[in-house]
């Protein structure tokens, strides 16, 4: 079992920058590909970016490719989401998310979560 901790979330004008970081407790953080999702208020949880167990691939949505940048340091247990280039639409709850084995975008495929960040862009 893994334990997921988010931080680094806020308030930030649009255009602006922020970075997420996610701390993994508990069985080890390289057993388990990472994602990132997002909640915004009425919508339905979705995956924003993730990165296989070795940090080797990673995957994006097409609403933040170019402008996030996910990657992990399995020395330290820390999955990290650089965002730029914010938009008013990209403000939601950011979650941190951890399953074994292969990387997915489905919500319902991932077995751990952290508890959320809030992310609020204005215009």
């Known amino acids: 079992q893994v334990q997921l901790v988010e931080s680094g979330g806020g308030l930030v004008q649009a255009g602006g920058s922020l970075r997420l970081s996610c701390a993994a407790s508990?069985?080890?953080?390289?057993?388990?590909?990472m994602g990132w999702f997002r909640q915004a208020p009425g919508k339905e949880r979705e995956f924003v970016a993730g990165i296989t167990r070795s940090g080797g691939s990673t995957d994006y949505a097409d609403s933040v490719k170019g402008r996030f940048t996910i990657s992990r340091d399995n020395t330290k247990n820390t999955v990290t989401l650089q965002m730029n280039s914010l938009k008013p639409e990209d403000t939601a709850v950011y979650y941190c998310?951890?399953?074994?084995?292969?990387?997915?975008?489905?919500?319902?495929?991932?077995?751990?979560w952290g508890q959320g960040t809030q992310v609020t862009v204005s215009s």
């Open positions: 998310a951890a399953r074994t084995l292969l990387l997915r975008r489905r919500v319902d495929d991932y077995d751990y």
């Open positions: 508990g069985r080890t953080s390289s057993n388990y590909a």
